[in-house]
């Protein structure tokens, strides 16, 4: 059972432009929604994180918008570089005693043309 | 360290050999995560440590699996009677505890590749 949904799974954006992927889930309980970007080989690196109780979250050029009640939230990578052509995941995770564990989205090739 | 660490970065092992993989994570982080990352599955959770003790081993794909921590730092990640299906990027984090939503800091994986 795929518990969140990434789109799209591939992106080409030019340089200066604004990339945005979007991540839906289905179970209520999660409670931390952060944003993995990944070069190849090398693992992932969290880029930016958010909680339920904020709608937006801006850290430079990445911004997580946070739509509780559709269970849905999205990245968007203002000023797009080459520099930021990476797989990006999207994950969820409960807190308290769950553990914590990440679920993740399924990934977004993003790849941005000079 | 500085960040997670594994080891090694890359193995190949004939299919029916036993594979060791190791992970030191962060210096003070009492959580350490152990993830799998396929084409086919995508990322996906294994097993987690709280300290020594792995509360939840429910992702762990089969019996030929297993894993220990000691001394709250140093884990391995062992797999016996290996199939052509466990080869896979075998990922670690970390975090400084496994509750509260801490952020989890990732390794550069140990890339297994089963002939």
């Known amino acids: 059972q795929q518990q969140v949904k990434q789109s799209p799974q591939s992106l080409i954006v030019q340089k200066g432009g604004i990339s945005i992927i979007n991540c839906a889930y289905e179970?209520?309980?999660?409670?931390?929604f952060p944003w993995y970007q990944q070069f190849p080989g090398k693992g992932p690196a969290l880029l930016i994180a958010?909680?339920?109780?904020?709608s937006e979250k801006k850290e430079g050029r990445f911004t997580i918008s946070f739509n509780k009640s559709a269970k849905q939230f999205s990245l968007h990578i203002m000023d797009s570089q080459p520099g930021d052509s990476a797989t990006y995941f999207c994950?969820?995770?409960?807190?308290?005693?769950?553990?914590?564990?990440?679920?993740f989205g399924g990934g977004t090739r993003l790849m941005v043309k000079p | 360290g500085a960040g997670v660490s594994q080891s090694p970065s890359n193995k190949v092992t004939e299919k029916g050999k036993d594979v060791e993989l190791r992970c030191d994570p962060i210096?003070?982080?009492?959580?350490l995560y152990w993830y799998r990352q396929s084409l086919g599955q995508g990322l996906e959770f294994l097993i987690y440590?709280?300290?020594?003790?792995?509360?939840?081993k429910s992702g762990l794909p089969s019996d030929r699996f297993s894993a220990e921590r000691t001394g709250g730092s140093v884990s391995t990640l062992t797999i016996q009677r290996t199939q052509q299906e466990d080869s896979a990027v075998y990922l670690c984090?970390?975090?400084?505890?496994?509750?509260?939503?801490?952020?989890?800091?990732f390794g550069d994986g140990t890339r297994l590749s089963i002939l």
């Open positions: 984090a970390s975090s400084r505890r496994s509750y509260s939503n801490q952020p989890q800091h």
């Open positions: 179970n209520t309980a999660f409670d931390y």
């Open positions: 440590f709280q300290g020594n003790s792995a509360p939840d």
């Open positions: 994950a969820a995770s409960s807190g308290g005693n769950a553990g914590n564990m990440l679920t």
């Open positions: 210096s003070g982080h009492t959580a």
């Open positions: 958010i909680r339920p109780d904020v």
